[in-house]
């Protein structure tokens, strides 16, 4: 990994779409702060092209693609996409996402109040279209990543999916995952070609569940909080920056900015 500011104009300026997760990518302990909302306006007026890739629920991403300034949100890990178009709230469902009343995560709720008691079903889970999230750092007290891989190894023994998140181990039964999502809806919407414009793509996250998209890009960015997670890595982003969480994102963001300017 390289600092952020080791970017080239060239490469700056190739990009068009910027793609972000959100929990301590966006957000500093919880919170959205006015720097990392900032830089998304700062972006956007750029004529960049935002897209937030996220694990949050079906409920919060009909807000986010509504009220930020972002051209399409992918939300429950890539079981959806939403986006505003002329005033009109639109929809992608993955085709093989399934909904969460199903009886296989019925039973996998069921196995983890048996044998991991401790964890608990995320606050925002009637939010949920298609998964189940457990939380076991988002709120006090913080259970160790120990108990999110046993949340995770018994789900995926149930035959569904599993990935853990900063906050959350989420749960779902349809083939997708983050990047597939995002690269169907940037091909369908915005006719982007897969292979021969990966460097219009910049994607920035955080943690190991954003492991596929550091792997798939060529232009990749964390911000500092990722350090904490390096025994856990197997792709790392290209390029870090120095701050944590929404203040590291608004530092990329002003590099990339910035660079563009001058090229
Ligand atoms: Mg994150």
């Given at each position: 990994m390289n600092l952020i500011n080791t970017i080239t104009r060239a490469e700056a300026h190739d990009i068009r779409f910027i793609l972000m997760d959100i929990d301590d990518t966006l957000t500093t302990k919880g919170k959205l702060?006015?720097?990392?909302?900032?830089?998304?306006?700062?972006?956007?007026?750029?004529?960049?092209?935002?897209?937030?890739?996220?694990?949050?629920?079906?409920?919060?991403?009909?807000l986010i693609a509504r009220e930020w300034p972002v051209d399409g949100v992918v939300g429950?890990?890539?079981?959806?996409?939403?986006w505003e178009e002329h005033g009109v709230r639109k929809e992608l469902f993955h085709p093989s996402a399934v909904p969460n009343d199903h009886p296989i995560l019925k039973h996998i709720r069921e196995q983890l109040s048996t044998y991991v008691p401790q964890v608990r079903i995320a606050k925002d889970q009637f939010a949920r279209l298609f998964d189940y999230?457990?939380?076991?750092?988002?709120?006090?007290p913080k259970l160790?990543?120990?108990?999110?891989?046993?949340?995770?190894?018994?789900?995926?023994?149930?035959?569904?999916?599993?990935k853990?998140?900063?906050i959350h181990?989420?749960?779902?039964?349809?083939?997708?995952?983050?990047?597939?999502?995002?690269?169907?809806?940037?091909?369908?919407?915005?006719g982007w070609r897969a292979g021969i414009e990966d460097r219009a793509?910049?994607?920035?996250?955080?943690?190991?569940?954003?492991?596929?998209?550091?792997?798939?890009?060529?232009?990749?960015?964390?911000v500092a909080t990722i350090t904490q997670y390096h025994h856990y890595m197997h792709a790392y982003p290209r390029f870090i920056a120095g701050m944590e969480g929404g203040e590291g994102f608004a530092e990329i963001a002003a590099v990339l900015l910035n660079t563009r300017r001058n090229a």
């Open positions: 702060s006015a720097g990392a909302y900032q830089a998304l306006w700062d972006l956007k007026r750029a004529g960049l092209k935002l897209i937030p890739i996220t694990g949050r629920p079906g409920g919060w991403c009909d429950e890990n890539g079981a959806f996409v939403f999230a457990f939380d076991f750092a988002e709120e006090e160790p990543l120990s108990v999110a891989e046993q949340v995770r190894d018994i789900a995926l023994s149930c035959g569904a999916q599993a853990i998140s900063s181990v989420n749960v779902w039964l349809g083939q997708y995952d983050k990047r597939s999502t995002a690269e169907l809806f940037l091909s369908e919407h915005f793509i910049f994607f920035v996250g955080d943690s190991p569940n954003d492991e596929p998209l550091f792997e798939r890009f060529p232009l990749t960015a964390a």
